[in-house]
């Protein structure tokens, strides 16, 4: 039987890590875990972990990384798991990522993905959204013209919040680039990381990386 593909994918909010993520999924039939989608299963599942994770979370603590681990861990015993998993959104920090390579032995991540867009071009692309300020809309800048500032939906002013200004968005971007750049480097070390450009288009990254992980014998 051929090893696990297991994936980590990371990227900037705005790099387009949604669609490779769901579109790498289906070409390998392997698993998309996110963990936002793996807190919220566990909690609902209501096993010992979940209560536990409901508790954190009702606190409004941040959930740990040992719990997350845990999670990772039955996530990855899954039976839909058998040939691999993608990883979105974990690991995020240094700490998490030797945890994890701690859990999954000689049969852990193949392949770190890295989703590579300059902090101008996602600017660019984030703060051209638009939101209805009463039904939660979304819009681009160049829609918002079209239906000049009132939502098609209800009728309600559609603003650009204060998370999408240029500032706020390029801050945000920032501090995702310094805390990742440890992981990166991680990765890179054990030969295990790909830079993409996410500049391209979705098709050409998708193809980009397909290559990459035949060019390596992983699937
Ligand atoms: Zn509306």
Known sequence: MAARLNLVVLGKQGAGKGTQCKRLAETYAIPHVSTGDILRAAVKAGSPLGREVASVMDSGALVSDELVIQLVDERFKEPDAKNGALLDGFPRTLAQAEALEALLGEDGIKLCINLDV???????????RRVCQECGAIYSDSDVEAISGTCANCGGDVIQRNDDKPDAIRKRLESYERDTEPLLAFYEKRGLLVTVDGAESPDDVTAAIKAVVAQRGLA
């Open 118 to 128: 300059p902090i101008e071009l996602v600017t660019r692309r984030l703060s051209a």
